[in-house]
Structure formats: structure tokens, C-alpha cells
């Protein structure tokens, strides 16, 4: 049975930091790329970041660019999201998410696995 974890979300004040982590358990990690998405009250799910198989390649999505860095660890079946300089707009519950597809991908409809989420919210 496939599980990824989040964990360390919270509230932060705008400008803080928070460092989000995803377990995975149940299948081959370093065979998936995985990914960070978000869904803010009443809006859809969207891309944040993705990161390769191997951990060498990164894509981010416009709005967090050079705040967030995704990294994974395959040895610890664990990837990563460092947020930075967070905004009140980065409030939304963040999920982690796998795929075993070919390429970096930014629909949510290609994901094989999701976990349950984990809520950060940014006060100002």
C-alpha cells in the first residue's frame, strides 16, 4: 500500500519559514518523480513544484520562484519544500504527490499517488 506523509505545515508570520516534508512508503521512490501542489479555499489545485527522479532537475511555478526550493532525499524515501519569505497568498493546504510518467509534469491529473496534506497558513 502506497502512503506519502506530509508533515510540517503551521502558521507562520508573512516573511517566515516553514520546511515541509513528505514520507513515502509502499513503492520504489527513486523510480517517481514527485511534486508539490496547493489548494487555497475556494480555488483548484495547483502546481508548485516537481523534482527528477535522480533530484537533478527542478521546476517551480512562477509565484514561488526563488522563495521555494524543492529537494528529495531517495535514501530517506523523502522529498522536501523550504518555503521562504512566505506571503499571505501562499496560504493553502500543500500536497505531496508521485508519478511515475516520463517527465516533470504540472496537471494534477497525471499523479499516480497524493497524500492527505498538510495546511500552512500566513498571517499578515
Known amino acids: 500500500q502506497v502512503q506519502l506523509v506530509e508533515s510540517g505545515g503551521g502558521l507562520v508570520q508573512a516573511g517566515g519559514s516553514l520546511r515541509l516534508s513528505c514520507a513515502a512508503s509502499g513503492l520504489s521512490f527513486s523510480s517517481y518523480v514527485m511534486a508539490w501542489f496547493r489548494q487555497a479555499p475556494g480555488k483548484e489545485r495547483e502546481f508548485v513544484s516537481a523534482?527528477?527522479?535522480?533530484?537533478?532537475?527542478?521546476n517551480y511555478a512562477d509565484s514561488v520562484k526563488g522563495r521555494f526550493f524543492i529537494s528529495r532525499d531517495n535514501a530517506k524515501n523523502t522529498v522536501y519544500l523550504e518555503m521562504n519569505g512566505l506571503k499571505p497568498q501562499d496560504t493553502a493546504v500543500y500536497y505531496c504527490?508521485?508519478?511515475?510518467?516520463?517527465?516533470?509534469?504540472?496537471?494534477?491529473?497525471?499523479?499516480?499517488?497524493w497524500g492527505q496534506g498538510s495546511q500552512v497558513t500566513v498571517s499578515s
Open positions: 523534482i527528477s527522479r535522480n533530484g537533478g532537475v527542478t
Open positions: 504527490a508521485a508519478d511515475f510518467g516520463p517527465a516533470m509534469r504540472i496537471s494534477t491529473y497525471v499523479y499516480d499517488y
